[in-house]
């Protein structure tokens, strides 16, 4: 009898655990200072590892440019190197997932700070696989971010100070929370892109496609 009664307790936690819109999700984390190189490498990890790339930054500048009615909010907040309130970015990277076909998921830039990893841990219910996190010195991240000639309003020198002060005061304790429960894995951001990538492919080698 005993075999029984336990049986369905355990399925029902193994169907509702990560599930979005209907399907099981993997999701990773990425952090990292600004420029430490989350973007670059998240690149390289779609090429070979075939997750869906979602940049919190990257959906809020295209929230400004839909000409949504938190658009001016958003762009004030960039460039003073502040974080948006978590239900606008949350909303945002909760319809990119249920609008892709995919079920895995680099979400880059997020969560920054207690308030987004609380509110998407209770929104969502999803928890993240792991958090991969970009370790780069603020001089190395100020010269790539000043090199980068992207056109962003947030690189230059006064925005990129507040922009490292936000992540240190807000953004390291959410990767220290993370890191109490044995999620992070850390990379040192500082090397060459194609060295900082083969440390990236060692840890997404159970992710690698199968042979064919
Ligand atoms: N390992 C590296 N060595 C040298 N330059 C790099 C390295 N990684 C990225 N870059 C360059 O640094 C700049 C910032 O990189 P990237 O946009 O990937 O950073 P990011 O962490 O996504 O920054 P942000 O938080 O501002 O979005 C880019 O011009 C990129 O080409
Ligand atoms: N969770 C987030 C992520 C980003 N922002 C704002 O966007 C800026 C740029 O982000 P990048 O990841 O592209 O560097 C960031 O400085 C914040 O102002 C946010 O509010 N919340
Ligand atoms: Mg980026």
Redesign the pocket.
Known sequence: MGTVVDAPAVVAEEVTENMLGGKKVTVVFVLGG??SG??TQCANIVEHFGFIHL???????AEIKSGSENGTM?EN??????????E??IKLLQEAMIKSENDKFLI??????EE?RAAFENVTKISPAFVLFFDCSEEEMERRLLGRNQG?V?DNVE?IK??FK?FVESSLPVIEHYSSKDKVKKIDAAKPILEVFEDVKAIFAPYAPKAE
């Not at 940049?55 to 500048?61: E, H, I, K, Q, Y």
């Not at 907040?77 to 978590?86: A, R």
């Not at 880059?108 to 700070?113: I, K, M, S």
Request: net charge positive; no cysteine; glycine share 14%.
């Open positions: 600004p420029g989350k973007g940049s919190a930054g990257d959906l809020l500048r958003i907040m960039i460039k003073e190197g502040k974080i948006v309130p978590s606008v970015t880059d830039g997020f969560p920054r700070n987004n962003r947030d925005t507040k922009r936000t």
